[in-house]
């Protein structure tokens, strides 16, 4: 790994150390707090995509190591990371891009437009300068700026005039606002005309961020059970020396490394499309067994918050919801591995 | 072979689909699972209305099946109140069925069970809650964890060790069962928060200290308390295995409704085949795991127990809960996720630990196998 993403590795590790291993639980089910988003912020890491002065470009390497290592503790403030870059990459007005950067204001993007069918997720209508209706399944709905799709096409960014609606459940990041918005605003501009084509290449942009915080996830959670599978005995055997969990366990380490180099070497070229999807796919799926396998090792436990595993096992599964759609994504997919379109049927 | 239930089966379904539609409402569900409340009112009615009728196991069977259906965490709730109750009627005298588990049976009373301990539970040989004999009585030391019921339960029965074992590998022996009324001095509970489903239940670590335990509370034999265990697990395993039929087929009913409403379709005017394939996949394996758990249950139910085919029943059942809730959750997206089956998905969970973890049911399955073959 080149020297500067070393650093920036030791950085998050630091902060991990410091601000979020011992406080994990709260920043994943209570509320991150203005102070901790504000050191985050502090760190560079909400500008790591921004054109904004000050802020470090687009720059999906550094964004990816920086999510990677952050999902290792907790997944809510990496997604929380995730959120705010994937909003800057769209947004030039220097103001707004600035108040995201330094943690002061938040952003989000409406990613449930691409996700579910249209009009499945409500309605925005823009008509004589107002963006008026509602927006359901709103990933950080709590932000003070939104991007969104309106029913007539455009990309448009909502800078105030919204407020939160109906509250969701949340299986994961609970820290993070999640609800319907209820908008009805002049206070707007129009990011793009072709809104879905600007949305979907910055939904694009995230496999690479979204596999990095899957396979964070991966790391952390699987570090908790080889840590306890050597301290724990069952039938005089420490949980370790049992085949079943031994080998289950390892089989998923090694398809972690697996990917983690193929992450790597992605992040040292200019990855495709479809190789960026590769990761994606494979790392959400990951996430998800792994989650489990560790759950399971943990017996009782593991069903337990404290133990710091369940929480994993419901991120991973949020995560693969909310940013990826089994059936779009996989159609997708299989258009670029055949080259041609392809799994639609 | 009759693969059909009996009209009394088939209407106490009936019944549970109609308390649970009642009874069961979305808010009265999100509120129990959020607040981590024991939902008291709906257990009581649930009583009143004798809702599960312990006269007739397969009544019992597939009421939690169908209640579980509906909601894991308030299904769950409603049918554990009796949990252990079994080892009265196995092994406990007269006085000890009149005096606790009829009035268990009767709704009047609530019942906990007391195996695992904090350093283990899968290893039950291996507690280390000890019973002495002092006088007419025994005094209780230990603690048991994740004890279903813990704060609510009348009277607990718990295993605890009463003679050394005569060797390391005969740990199974010298362990005994008590009654144990939650009022007894030395007593206390601890209420553990934060489980990741089920949630409606109530789940608690149990303390005792000098708890005196009269003589005649003992179960059956002393040191036959272990025997005692196992045989229970090998009636209730069946009730979990009706668990995991529940939430799989609550999956697969949200599912099915999902693709009516927002189920993507090709040109040909059909569901997209991957939908249509997952769909299939998960019936199969609700279908694959109903018959085994009956299977299980009608052998018990006969009282030709077979822990075989009762541990592939709990394992196969608890496996397709658990991946049923979350093919249904990948596949509907959005729409899983915001709404009930996102519980379902947590919930699932729980049943590939509690009553013998997947690994342990696996491992008896090959090892009674073997042991029926002789080899
Ligand atoms: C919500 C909840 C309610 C519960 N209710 C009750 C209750 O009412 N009464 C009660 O007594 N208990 C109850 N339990 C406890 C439950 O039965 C135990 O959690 C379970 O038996 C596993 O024990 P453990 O948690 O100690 O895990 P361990 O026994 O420590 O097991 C940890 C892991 O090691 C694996 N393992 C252990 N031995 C082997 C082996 N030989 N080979 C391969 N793998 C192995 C296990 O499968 C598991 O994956 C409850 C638990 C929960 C979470």
């Given at each position: 790994m080149e020297e500067e993403y070393e650093i920036l590795e030791n950085t998050v590790r630091d902060f991990n150390t410091k601000?979020?291993?011992?406080?994990s639980l709260k920043l994943e089910n209570d509320t991150m707090g203005k102070d901790f988003v504000k050191m985050l912020a502090g760190q560079g890491f909400f500008s790591m995509t921004s054109q904004a002065e000050g802020g470090a470009g687009t720059d999906i390497k550094a964004l990816s190591i920086v999510l990677e290592n952050l999902a290792k503790s907790a997944p809510a403030v990496a997604v929380k990371t995730l959120l705010s870059n994937s909003f800057s990459t769209?947004?030039?007005e220097q103001d707004v891009l600035g108040a995201v950067a330094d943690g002061s204001k938040s952003g989000t993007v409406t990613f449930s437009d691409l996700l579910v069918g249209k009009g499945q997720n409500g309605n925005l209508v823009l008509e004589k300068g107002r963006v008026s209706g509602e927006k359901e399944f709103v990933v950080g709905s709590d932000s003070d700026f939104i991007i969104t799709l309106v029913d007539s096409g455009e990309l448009v960014l909502l800078k105030s005039g919204f407020k939160t609606g109906k509250k969701h459940k949340k299986l994961g990041f609970r820290s993070i606002g999640f609800s319907s918005i209820v908008v009805d605003t002049e206070d707007f501009t129009i990011l793009s005309k072709d809104g879905r084509k600007t949305m979907e290449r910055m939904y694009e942009d995230l496999s690479i961020p979204v596999a990095a915080i899957s396979l964070g996830m991966s790391e952390g959670v699987s570090q908790k059970a080889l840590d306890y599978a050597k301290v724990r005995t069952a039938f005089g055997h420490y949980?370790?020396?049992?085949q079943p969990l031994a080998f289950d366990l390892s089989s998923l380490v090694a398809e972690m490394e697996i990917l983690k180099r193929y992450f790597r070497d992605l992040l040292s070229s200019s990855p495709s499309q479809k190789e960026a999807m590769f990761l994606k796919h494979k790392s959400l799926t990951l996430a998800k067994d792994i989650s489990r396998t560790s759950l399971q090792i943990h017996?009782?436990?593991?069903?337990?918050?404290d133990f710091g595993i369940e929480k994993f096992y419901r991120d991973s599964m949020a995560l693969s919801v909310l940013f990826h759609s089994e059936e779009k994504d996989m159609e997708k997919l299989s258009g670029l591995v055949f080259e041609s379109k392809a799994g639609f049927v | 072979m009759d693969f059909e239930l009996n009209d009394e089966a088939k209407e106490a379904v009936v019944k549970a689909r109609e308390f649970a539609n009642k009874y069961f409402t979305e808010e009265v569900a999100e509120r129990s699972d959020r607040e981590e409340q024991f939902p008291t009112d709906i257990v009581a009615i649930s009583k009143r209305e004798k809702i599960l009728d312990f006269s007739n196991p397969w009544k019992v069977l597939v009421t939690i099946e169908e209640l579980v259906r509906k909601d894991p965490g308030l299904g769950i709730s409603v049918t554990i109140s009796a949990f252990g109750a079994e080892i009265f009627m196995f092994f406990g005298n007269d006085a000890q069925k009149e005096k606790y588990m009829n009035p268990v049976f009767a709704g009047q009373k609530t019942l906990g069970l007391g195996v695992t301990e904090a350093g283990g539970g899968s290893d039950v040989a291996n507690i280390k809650t000890e019973a002495k004999l002092d006088g007419d009585s025994y005094l209780l030391n230990g603690g048991k964890m994740f004890i279903s019921n813990g704060q609510i339960a009348d009277y607990f029965l718990v295993l605890a060790r009463t003679t050394q074992p005569p060797s390391p590998e005969k740990k199974h022996r010298g362990l005994s069962v008590f009654i144990v009324d939650s009022k007894t001095p030395g007593f206390s509970v601890n209420k553990l928060h934060?489980?990741?489903?089920?949630?409606a239940t109530n789940t608690a670590e149990l303390i005792f200290n000098n708890v005196r335990v009269p003589k005649?509370?003992?179960?059956?034999?002393?040191?036959k308390g272990f025997y005692y265990i196992m045989t229970f697990f090998n009636i209730s395993r069946i009730y979990v295995a009706a668990q995991g039929l529940g939430i799989a087929h609550g999956a697969l009913d949200r599912l099915v409704d999902y693709s009516k409403k927002y189920g993507e379709v090709s040109e040909t005017g059909e569901l997209k085949e991957s939908l249509q394939l997952a769909i299939a996949e998960i019936a199969t394996r609700v279908e694959a795991a109903r018959n085994l758990t009956y299977k299980a249950a009608s052998y018990l139910f006969k009282f030709t127990p077979n822990p075989v085919v009762t541990s592939m029943s709990k394992y196969y059942a608890a496996d397709t809960a658990v991946f049923s809730t979350r093919r249904a959750m990948e596949l509907m997206s959005i729409h899983g996720l915001t709404t009930d089956l996102e519980r379902f998905f947590r919930d699932a969970k729980i049943l590939d630990i509690w009553e013998g973890t997947t690994e342990v049911e696996k491992l008896i399955i090959t090892r009674m196998m073997l042991k029926e073959e002789g080899a």
């Amino acid at each position: 790994m080149e020297e500067e993403y070393e650093i920036l590795e030791n950085t998050v590790r630091d902060f991990n150390t410091k601000y979020v291993d011992n406080n994990s639980l709260k920043l994943e089910n209570d509320t991150m707090g203005k102070d901790f988003v504000k050191m985050l912020a502090g760190q560079g890491f909400f500008s790591m995509t921004s054109q904004a002065e000050g802020g470090a470009g687009t720059d999906i390497k550094a964004l990816s190591i920086v999510l990677e290592n952050l999902a290792k503790s907790a997944p809510a403030v990496a997604v929380k990371t995730l959120l705010s870059n994937s909003f800057s990459t769209a947004v030039k007005e220097q103001d707004v891009l600035g108040a995201v950067a330094d943690g002061s204001k938040s952003g989000t993007v409406t990613f449930s437009d691409l996700l579910v069918g249209k009009g499945q997720n409500g309605n925005l209508v823009l008509e004589k300068g107002r963006v008026s209706g509602e927006k359901e399944f709103v990933v950080g709905s709590d932000s003070d700026f939104i991007i969104t799709l309106v029913d007539s096409g455009e990309l448009v960014l909502l800078k105030s005039g919204f407020k939160t609606g109906k509250k969701h459940k949340k299986l994961g990041f609970r820290s993070i606002g999640f609800s319907s918005i209820v908008v009805d605003t002049e206070d707007f501009t129009i990011l793009s005309k072709d809104g879905r084509k600007t949305m979907e290449r910055m939904y694009e942009d995230l496999s690479i961020p979204v596999a990095a915080i899957s396979l964070g996830m991966s790391e952390g959670v699987s570090q908790k059970a080889l840590d306890y599978a050597k301290v724990r005995t069952a039938f005089g055997h420490y949980l370790k020396d049992f085949q079943p969990l031994a080998f289950d366990l390892s089989s998923l380490v090694a398809e972690m490394e697996i990917l983690k180099r193929y992450f790597r070497d992605l992040l040292s070229s200019s990855p495709s499309q479809k190789e960026a999807m590769f990761l994606k796919h494979k790392s959400l799926t990951l996430a998800k067994d792994i989650s489990r396998t560790s759950l399971q090792i943990h017996g009782g436990y593991g069903y337990l918050e404290d133990f710091g595993i369940e929480k994993f096992y419901r991120d991973s599964m949020a995560l693969s919801v909310l940013f990826h759609s089994e059936e779009k994504d996989m159609e997708k997919l299989s258009g670029l591995v055949f080259e041609s379109k392809a799994g639609f049927v | 072979m009759d693969f059909e239930l009996n009209d009394e089966a088939k209407e106490a379904v009936v019944k549970a689909r109609e308390f649970a539609n009642k009874y069961f409402t979305e808010e009265v569900a999100e509120r129990s699972d959020r607040e981590e409340q024991f939902p008291t009112d709906i257990v009581a009615i649930s009583k009143r209305e004798k809702i599960l009728d312990f006269s007739n196991p397969w009544k019992v069977l597939v009421t939690i099946e169908e209640l579980v259906r509906k909601d894991p965490g308030l299904g769950i709730s409603v049918t554990i109140s009796a949990f252990g109750a079994e080892i009265f009627m196995f092994f406990g005298n007269d006085a000890q069925k009149e005096k606790y588990m009829n009035p268990v049976f009767a709704g009047q009373k609530t019942l906990g069970l007391g195996v695992t301990e904090a350093g283990g539970g899968s290893d039950v040989a291996n507690i280390k809650t000890e019973a002495k004999l002092d006088g007419d009585s025994y005094l209780l030391n230990g603690g048991k964890m994740f004890i279903s019921n813990g704060q609510i339960a009348d009277y607990f029965l718990v295993l605890a060790r009463t003679t050394q074992p005569p060797s390391p590998e005969k740990k199974h022996r010298g362990l005994s069962v008590f009654i144990v009324d939650s009022k007894t001095p030395g007593f206390s509970v601890n209420k553990l928060h934060g489980k990741l489903g089920v949630r409606a239940t109530n789940t608690a670590e149990l303390i005792f200290n000098n708890v005196r335990v009269p003589k005649e509370n003992m179960i059956g034999e002393e040191g036959k308390g272990f025997y005692y265990i196992m045989t229970f697990f090998n009636i209730s395993r069946i009730y979990v295995a009706a668990q995991g039929l529940g939430i799989a087929h609550g999956a697969l009913d949200r599912l099915v409704d999902y693709s009516k409403k927002y189920g993507e379709v090709s040109e040909t005017g059909e569901l997209k085949e991957s939908l249509q394939l997952a769909i299939a996949e998960i019936a199969t394996r609700v279908e694959a795991a109903r018959n085994l758990t009956y299977k299980a249950a009608s052998y018990l139910f006969k009282f030709t127990p077979n822990p075989v085919v009762t541990s592939m029943s709990k394992y196969y059942a608890a496996d397709t809960a658990v991946f049923s809730t979350r093919r249904a959750m990948e596949l509907m997206s959005i729409h899983g996720l915001t709404t009930d089956l996102e519980r379902f998905f947590r919930d699932a969970k729980i049943l590939d630990i509690w009553e013998g973890t997947t690994e342990v049911e696996k491992l008896i399955i090959t090892r009674m196998m073997l042991k029926e073959e002789g080899a």
